[in-house]
């Protein structure tokens, strides 16, 4: 059996090697369509990874609450989102009292107008302006200083014009000068640099860039007295964040008087439930875009099972020698297999090439992404590859063993 098999894989390589430029137009739909499965795998490995680290960045036990629904999967706010009664300081405070709770801040916005920071002539548009509780590094892990120091609290309650810049902010106004003691303004108010952040990891690309510019909260309050759109993030004490969601959610129900019979007038999302959610829209879009790839996978099939039977026609005299000289209906079947398999499987060896030598290298030099082929995606490409050559290689490898030996030998 082995040396039948070995026999039929030689013949099968050497009618490759006749025909080079036959067989690689016919394998060509079937290296686009796994190139573009390993291609997909690849991309959404890559962004998965990007996507979980800027999710956990934040801290990993930590949970986020807000007026409005959040997550992933969330799109525009409904009527009745709209029309909650916003969050407020003392929900804040009250939260930081649970006994699972290991750290509450909160931060607001102003989003009705767009922010610049100006430092001389240079200028920063849209940046993220909020103000912040004095313990916001505290809380989030993505806030790390690469200069200076944070705000006090001394600072807030005296509500100081202090600032922290986001990386890209203080790179952008002064270059690779020192930013601590620099000057800046936002929105006619003008701010005294006391620290620069370090830019967070797991950004999901280049243009994503660290724009955040933040003040005390009060002094944010006093600047823009209409401004009510607070938000909290809550860190929980070690494996007991669990505990410290069910515990500023009975907190928020009793403090905005939510009847028991009705649904949460706010949103507690965790980092980990950001990530389940993440992972189902991937889950969907790898979905689609197996779909779209099977279409490539089945124009190879057929362009196989064509020239397939394209090279049954061709070699008819020689299926009848075959016949004649003893070779059995099975043992052309496997022949014929065997060239279809070898065909595909071809174009299955030379997409993970092209894939992985060629198409992941260049995306990881061109952006900040950094795919990687999985191992399923190489496995289920390679598979995949070889299916279609059994299944598109059937018919023909049937057609020439029906082929009577007599009648085949005639044949000019």
């Known amino acids: 059996m082995a040396q039948e098999v070995k026999e039929n894989l030689v013949l099968a390589l050497d009618t490759l090697r006749a025909h080079k430029m036959r067989s690689f137009l016919t394998i060509l739909g079937v290296i686009i369509g796994v190139s573009v499965l390993m291609l997909v795998g690849a991309l959404l490995k890559g962004f998965d990874q990007s996507v979980v680290d800027n999710i956990t960045s934040v801290g990993g036990d930590s949970a986020y609450i807000s007026r409005l629904n959040s997550g992933p999967t969330v799109t525009r706010p409904t009527k009745e989102q709209l029309q909650r009664k916003p969050l407020t300081i003392e929900d804040a405070e009250a939260i930081a009292q649970n006994p699972h709770v290991k750290a ?25 302006f909020r103000g912040t509780f004095s313990n916001y590094p505290e809380v989030y892990a ?10 006090t609290e001394t600072e807030n309650e005296h509500r100081e014009k202090v600032t922290v810049l986001g990386h890209d902010v203080a790179k952008a106004l002064f270059a690779n000068l020192p930013a601590v003691d620099k000057e800046v303004r936002v929105d006619g108010s003008t701010f005294r640099v006391i620290g620069v952040l370090e830019r967070p990891k797991g950004n999901f690309g280049a243009n994503d860039e660290d724009r955040r510019t933040l003040i005390p909260i009060d002094t944010f309050m006093e600047i823009y007295p209409a401004a009510d759109e607070i938000s909290i993030r809550m860190q929980g004490l070690p494996n007991m964040l669990d505990q410290a969601v069910d515990e500023a959610r009975e907190t928020l129900r009793r403090r905005r008087r939510v009847p028991y019979d009705q649904p949460d007038n706010f949103s507690i999302q965790t980092a980990e439930e950001s990530v389940e959610q993440f992972h189902q829209i991937i889950g969907m879009v790898a979905l689609a875009m197996v779909v779209l790839s099977s279409i490539g996978l089945l124009i190879g099939g057929v362009g196989v099972m064509n020239i397939m039977l394209v090279s049954v026609t061709e070699r008819t005299r020689e299926i009848g020698v ?39 290298p260049v995306i990881r030099w061109t952006t900040d992404m950094k795919p990687t082929i999985p191992l399923w995606a190489e496995i289920v490409g390679l598979a995949v590859s070889i299916t ?20 085949a030998l005639r044949y000019e």
């Open 104 to 128: 509450v801040t909160a931060w607001i916005g102003f989003w009705q107008v767009a922010h610049n920071v100006f430092y001389q002539t240079n200028e920063v548009d849209a940046v993220d």
């Open 142 to 151: 993505n806030a790390t200083m690469e200069q200076g120091r944070y705000f």
């Open 322 to 360: 075959r016949k004649a000289i003893g070779a059995r209906r099975r043992d052309i079947v496997r022949q014929f297999l065997f060239e279809a398999v070898a065909l595909t499987g071809t174009g299955g060896i030379l997409a993970l090439i092209i894939t992985g030598g060629l198409i992941v």
């Open 388 to 407: 279609v050559g059994l299944v598109f290689g059937v018919w023909p490898a049937a057609r020439a063993s029906r082929l009577d030996p007599v009648e």
